[in-house]
């Protein structure tokens, strides 16, 4: 039985969906005013392995991953460029797609913006306002009264009197309580509105996700994820905003990834330490940088370091190594590896455990290969690509991963294969020294040459 790490809870529980053998999952998904950063990376993996093993695990997912295309960072940005933020936001929309498909992300099933969402949006506030959860200031800003939420703190373990009191009073004279927070902002000059009961303007961050994970999975649905920065305020004040409005339970499961540090400070674009995805695409590849998420567990701080990458490289190049040369036969029995791999994604997605056994695997298939027991080496390349899959590894050309890319001032694949020829043609001839030289000469340059009785092969180490 599949067990989830509730944030609600604060516990694993057991998962059973609301309707059986059917799962709803909403993500919050990227603001896009820049191109995605590493931790935008780890959202986005971490949900397309949940979304895969849910899916591998029998259920009929209807996965639902929003993006935010309005609001002041947005603004600002399109601002500072001198174009439209609508041209702003189709760019970058754009770019994170590109990015999130290099990473083996499977895109989701729905994906609403904010944009074309305004109906929805504001059916929910009038909504709101009806039932007495909302108001409007002498502003022409809406707000939530957070006062009328009596289990306000649910999910962040937060009590609203420690809250009140941290704040400043007057900060917000159209507030009638500094907790409360805004619903829709009304227009200010210059800047992108829409037409609403209570004057122009644009919604508020939160009742986005609000109004498009109800309109697209209903009232009541399964799964909610997203970054742990997330958790307060933003999914605190989801759940109070959906719960007024609707009468109902909004989400039954709070699944929560952890940070990306740097010098164990979070990587965020607001501190300026984080890294583009497109830079470090740059010096690795996307499987490497897809590997070096899930070798942590979801929940757990995810340390980003050259070092930790290199360990990830190494590791996918161990695993294409004792593929390459071996045809993969067709999986039919899963046997003790496959129950294993299931009882660790069991296990609250348990992606290191789940990657041990793949190794366990390789060092079978290593010593099927040596044995030359070709049989069992190919039923084990076979399973060991089926279940890479069910996490989105393994599942490219063995050579062309391991020969990897030149880089700008690297061999050439041409060059490398011409040196390997002529390291031939030396060995053939009995000129040793020139093959060692040869092989030396490779070497230097990061090719690493593997003899074996099939042959010479090469790779980049």
Request: hydrophobic share 40%; aromatic share 10%.
């Amino acid at each position: 039985m599949l067990q989830i790490y509730n944030t609600l809870k604060n516990q694993k529980e057991t998962f059973i969906p609301i309707e059986p053998g059917k799962v709803r999952m909403y993500v919050c998904g990227m603001t896009v005013y820049d191109y995605c950063h590493v931790g935008h990376a780890r959202v986005l993996v971490v949900f397309d392995v949940i979304a895969r093993y849910l899916r591998e695990s029998g259920y009929e997912l209807t996965y639902v991953r929003n993006i935010t295309d309005i609001d002041d960072k947005i603004i600002n940005r399109a601002r500072e460029n001198g174009e439209s933020f609508g041209a702003l936001t189709s760019r970058f929309i754009e770019a994170m797609r590109e990015d999130a498909a290099a990473l083996g992300v499977l895109p989701p099933d729905m994906e609403p913006c904010a944009t074309t969402s305004m109906a929805q949006i504001i059916t929910m506030i009038e909504a709101l306002i009806t039932k007495g959860y909302a108001y409007a200031g002498d502003n022409g800003d809406v707000y939530y009264d957070v006062s009328r939420f009596e289990t306000y703190g649910q999910l962040s373990g937060k009590r609203t009197e420690e809250l009140r009191a941290g704040e400043r009073v007057g900060v917000d004279s159209a507030k009638d309580d500094p907790l409360d927070f805004v619903l829709w902002k009304a227009a200010k000059p210059d800047e992108p509105s829409w037409a609403s009961p209570w004057g122009s303007g644009r919604p508020g961050w939160h009742i986005e996700c609000s109004a498009m994970s109800t309109d697209c999975l209903g009232n009541h649905f399964d799964i909610h994820g997203g970054g742990l920065d997330l958790q307060f305020p933003h999914h605190e004040n989801e759940i109070a905003q959906s719960e007024a409005a609707t009468g109902c339970q909004f989400v039954n499961y709070w699944i929560h990834n952890g940070f990306v540090q740097i010098n164990e400070e979070k990587m965020s674009k607001s501190l300026g330490n984080f890294f583009t995805l497109r830079e470090v695409m740059k010096t690795y590849a996307p499987e490497v940088i897809r590997y070096f998420i899930l070798a942590s567990h979801y929940r757990s701080p995810l340390n980003y370091a050259d070092q930790n990458l290199d360990g990830a490289k190494l590791a996918l190049e161990r695993f294409y190594t004792a593929l390459r040369g071996v045809d993969a036969a067709v999986v039919s029995d899963g046997g003790a590896y496959q129950a294993r791999f299931r009882a660790a994604m069991d296990d609250d997605f348990n992606t290191p455990e789940a990657l041990a056994v793949l190794f366990e695997m390789t060092t079978a298939l290593n010593r099927a290969k040596a044995e030359k027991n070709g049989a069992l080496a190919s039923a084990l390349a076979g399973n060991l690509r089926y279940l890479g899959e069910v996490i989105g590894l393994l599942q490219g050309d063995a050579d062309l991963f391991l020969k990897g890319d030149a880089g700008a001032d690297g061999v050439s694949d041409e060059q490398i294969e011409t040196l390997i020829q002529q390291r031939i043609d030396a060995k053939q001839a009995k000129q040793w020294g020139d093959a060692d030289r040869i092989r030396d000469e490779l070497l230097a340059q990061g090719v690493i040459v593997e003899d074996s009785a099939a042959g010479s092969r090469w790779r980049r180490g």
